[in-house]
């Protein structure tokens, strides 16, 4: 109850934001395009930031618990980000390289080769792609089908690998793939994903772990399956758009041996997991497996925009131009990029993340004790997720109540009120996300979840 008791006492003391649209609002809803999505939920019109915290043109101060969806490594503007980008300026980089090598990009290089582990940097490639972590993946996807020769792809349900055309084809959210029809879903096939409080099985466990692998295994060595061999498998370690839902260890150990012994190309999609967030370097490290492919992008550019495709030496058979980008050489980018890269080695953020990610679970959990709608409390270091229930609801076969998605849209629109700044997903928007930066304290971990508790009391009052 501590959580909980500490800010009841202070809660009549609180001031709530209010949030009436401002011109800079009000011009953006009318001049940009319908697809915007995040200032529909966050209607917040942002002048300066620093650290965990950024100041709106109103002049009041929010946590930032969404840090650029994971983006924000370091939190904004972090010192070494921005003497990295000021250096670049000072000796007159070149600042549009194109794929010709540079020494910053040579550095960048070997810093990024330098936090993988040994058994892939000693025959990693690296391919620099699009600044953005969608074009990573499609790279990775031409990549392996140059390989293989095969065409076909297995992804998994509640998957979120972006948004261009054959990213959407990996897609489990079906909303951003329901206008485009017939265009979707050449080549890939769905595979249930070991998400253990909604077991897609119905077991759970261990048990709804080895179902899940023998259904695998089964798919890629019957004859009669319907499924050809496909070119790889895609899965993310850690499900961030899906809902925050970490992959069971044996699960992912199973998964390596599975592909592995196929002859099935394994992409593992670390846009969001990877660099410290999950508490190790990269997540797919947690079951100590060897992807052949890691797609990369977010964090790896200090908050610049630079994503990548590093795959193991075997996969590299595709010519010259098979996959470019104008804006692949963004040396400032690459520049940040190095920086975060050694602040995050040197002061071990890593350990940190596991250690604050342990602290904010364990204020939920004391919260959790008092409410009955924080049906699951998962993710692994700062990554982290709440999926909020329905206790008046008619539970399924594990003996859990249905998604509460009228709270969570609640429980999020009373943390902005309290100045602290969250994102939604999960199937039907019902799981709270928490992707604060990596270099947030332990003081600022306890007024999170004082926050969050303040909102939640209230959001639960206000739906009861």
Not at 348 to 355: K, S
Request: proline share 5%; with cysteine.
């Amino acid at each position: 109850m501590q959580v909980a008791t500490a800010s009841r006492a202070i809660a009549a003391e609180e001031v709530l934001y209010q949030f009436d649209e401002s011109p800079l609002l009000e011009r953006q809803k009318r001049q940009e395009s319908n697809a915007r999505s995040y200032p529909r939920r966050i209607p917040l019109a942002l002048k300066r930031a620093r650290g965990i915290y950024v100041e709106d043109v109103e002049g009041r101060t929010f946590i930032d618990c969404l840090a650029g969806a994971g983006t924000l490594a370091l939190g904004h503007n972090h010192p070494v980000v921005i003497d990295a980008i000021r250096q670049v300026l000072s000796d007159e980089l070149p600042l549009h390289t194109l794929d010709l090598t540079t020494p910053v990009k040579d550095q960048f290089v070997q810093d990024l080769f330098a936090v993988l582990p040994e058994a892939l940097a000693r025959e990693a490639k690296i391919q620099f792609c699009g600044p953005t972590g969608t074009d990573a993946v499609e790279a990775a996807l031409k990549l392996v089908r140059t390989a293989t020769g095969r065409s076909g792809i297995l992804s998994f349900q509640g998957g979120y690998h972006g948004m261009s055309l054959g990213a959407l084809n990996l897609m489990g959210n079906h909303g951003p793939k329901k206008p485009l029809g017939a265009v979707l879903g050449n080549g890939v096939q769905f595979l249930p994903y070991p998400y253990d409080y909604r077991c897609p099985f119905g077991l759970g466990g261990e048990q709804g772990v080895q179902v899940n692998l023998n259904y695998l295994e089964n798919l890629l060595n019957d004859p009669e399956g319907g499924v050809l061999l496909p070119a790889a498998v895609i899965v993310e370690v850690v499900q961030g758009e899906g809902g925050v839902i970490p992959a069971d260890i044996a699960w992912l150990q199973g998964l390596r041996r599975i592909t592995d012994q196929a002859g099935v190309a394994l992409i593992v999609d670390e846009i969001q997991s990877g660099f410290a967030r999950t508490g190790k370097m990269f997540a797919f490290e947690h079951a100590g497996i060897i992807p052949d492919v890691v797609v990369l992008s977010k964090a790896i550019g200090g908050s610049l925009p630079l994503a990548v495709v590093v795959y193991r030496e075997w996969l590299d058979t595709w010519a010259p131009g098979a996959h470019a980008g104008t804006f692949r050489g963004n040396q400032m980018a690459m520049a940040a990029g190095s920086a975060v890269l050694r602040y995050l080695r040197e002061h071990d953020i890593a350990g940190h993340a596991l250690a604050m990610g342990e602290r904010l679970s364990n204020h939920l959990r004391t919260l959790q004790r008092d409410y009955p709608q924080m049906g699951d409390i998962r993710g692994r270091g700062l990554m982290l997720g709440v999926e909020l229930v329905d206790p008046r609801g008619a539970a399924d076969k594990l003996g859990h109540p249905p998604v509460f998605t009228a709270l969570a849209s609640r429980v999020q629109a009373e943390c902005l009120k309290r100045g602290l700044i969250l994102e939604l997903g999960g199937r039907h928007g019902s799981v709270v996300r928490f992707l604060p930066p990596l270099i947030i304290s332990a003081e600022q971990v306890d007024e999170v979840a004082n926050r969050f508790s303040r909102a939640f009391a209230a959001a639960v009052d206000a739906l009861a």
